[in-house]
């Protein structure tokens, strides 16, 4: 079961709205076969790995971090191409979380004389694919807040100047991480001052699939001059806004390329909760919230927000008038402060990435 979860993070930031998922197949104890999901819409991870082995599969055992699917999608039913290999034994490493499909595959199998035996390594299975299972359960996208800031918690100079609060080598994680998720937000005025592309761009050799852009604009006044207008060509670019925003700049942004989607407002502005409804419904599965301070804070006090990346750079402002990490929120005591949970440092030359998160369980 290692060995299938290692295959399916190899699909990381391919699979969406898929979950990761690897698979391996063992006979008399030698591995005979091996295969993950790539990416949406291609072969699932058990079809891969029964090719792979072929005739040595009759009889075998299959490893698979994920309940084999027992209905028709994209791709016909894992469920099948296991029973029709001649597997003998299916053991998962956790059931498909879609409360409509939920066991169906591993009844299938029982069902047909396979044997079956479920929840090994389950939390490990579990953690590769939190996105996938919130937005199986909840249907919405697994939120994670990435900020960066000084030792006093502050991302930008009074003036607004951010570049740069971390270093090089925190910076290339952070690429890393868009290429893992589906989407990316910011705040107007974030997109306005920094004028961000917010695109994906690792280095060395890997390719990834560009997140889409989204940015909170309840007045629809991104420039069309600005860098997220002009590379739409390169990556998606949706803009939330509020019901009263005006209909010629809708029109104007929509002939750029732009998509934008109209939401109802709350005590703290546009209703996240609603855009997060929409997001889900659009297949976003995963959601990367890079600032400003104000649109983080709104994530946290709305209780919408999953996980956290906080780098602190070794830097002092010592300026209270510079822009804080996370603004908006009112809390007259410590107890009414936000918990986190499953905290882990890391260390980037001087820099330190704390990464936690907001539910004390996982999905």
């Given amino acids: 079961m290692k060995k299938a979860l290692a295959l399916a993070a190899r699909g990381r930031g391919w699979t969406s709205p898929n979950p990761m998922v690897g698979a391996v197949v063992v006979r008399q104890g030698e591995v005979v076969g091996e295969g993950y999901h790539r990416r949406v819409g291609e072969a699932h991870a058990e079809v891969n790995a029964l090719l792979a082995a072929g005739e040595r599969a009759r009889g075998a055992d299959l490893y698979v971090t994920l309940e084999p699917c027992n209905h028709h999608g994209r791709t016909p039913p894992c469920s099948r191409a296991v029973l029709e290999s001649g597997i003998m034994r299916v053991v998962v490493g956790?059931?498909?979380?879609?409360?409509?499909?939920?066991?169906?595959?591993?009844?299938?199998?029982?069902?047909h004389g396979a044997q079956v035996m479920e929840g090994v390594l389950e939390e490990a299975c579990r953690r590769l694919n939190q996105p996938f299972i919130k937005h199986a359960i909840v249907g919405r996208p697994y939120v994670v807040l990435k900020a960066a800031a000084t030792l006093d918690g502050r991302m930008a100079t009074r003036s607004g100047d951010s570049r740069w609060v971390s270093n090089e080598q925190s910076r290339r994680f952070v690429h890393r991480l868009r290429c893992d998720l589906d989407a990316i937000l910011v705040g107007s005025g974030t997109a306005r001052a920094d004028d961000p592309r917010l695109t994906a761009r690792p280095t060395g050799k890997r390719r990834c699939?560009?997140?889409?852009?989204?940015?909170?604009?309840?007045?629809?006044?991104?420039?069309?001059?600005?860098?997220?207008?002009r590379s739409i060509g390169k990556a998606?670019?949706?803009?939330?806004?509020g019901e009263t925003a005006p209909g010629e700049r809708e029109e104007a942004?929509?002939?750029?390329?732009?998509?934008v989607i109209r939401l109802p407002g709350d005590r703290r502005g546009l209703d996240l909760g609603a855009l997060m409804d929409e997001l889900g419904k659009r297949q976003i599965g995963s959601l990367l919230v890079e600032g400003g301070g104000r649109t983080l804070g709104s994530f946290i006090d709305g209780g919408l927000?999953?996980?956290f990346y906080?780098?602190?750079?070794?830097?002092?402002?010592?300026d209270d008038a510079a822009v804080p990490m996370a603004a908006g929120v009112t809390v007259d005591r410590m107890a009414g402060a936000t918990p986190v949970y499953d905290v882990q440092l890391k260390r980037f030359q001087g820099d330190i990435l704390i990464h936690g998160r907001f539910r004390e369980h996982l999905y």
Wanted: proline content about 9%; overall charge positive; charged content about 20%.
């Fill in 209 to 229: 699939r560009q997140p889409v852009r989204i940015v909170l604009d309840s007045q629809l006044n991104l420039p069309l001059e600005s860098e997220l207008v």
């Fill in 310 to 318: 906080f780098f602190y750079a070794p830097r002092i402002l010592a």
């Fill in 94 to 111: 956790m059931k498909d979380p879609n409360p409509q499909v939920r066991g169906g595959g591993s009844e299938f199998l029982r069902s």
């Fill in 236 to 241: 998606p670019l949706w803009l939330a806004c």
């Fill in 253 to 259: 942004l929509v002939r750029a390329g732009a998509t």
């Fill in 305 to 307: 927000a999953d996980a």
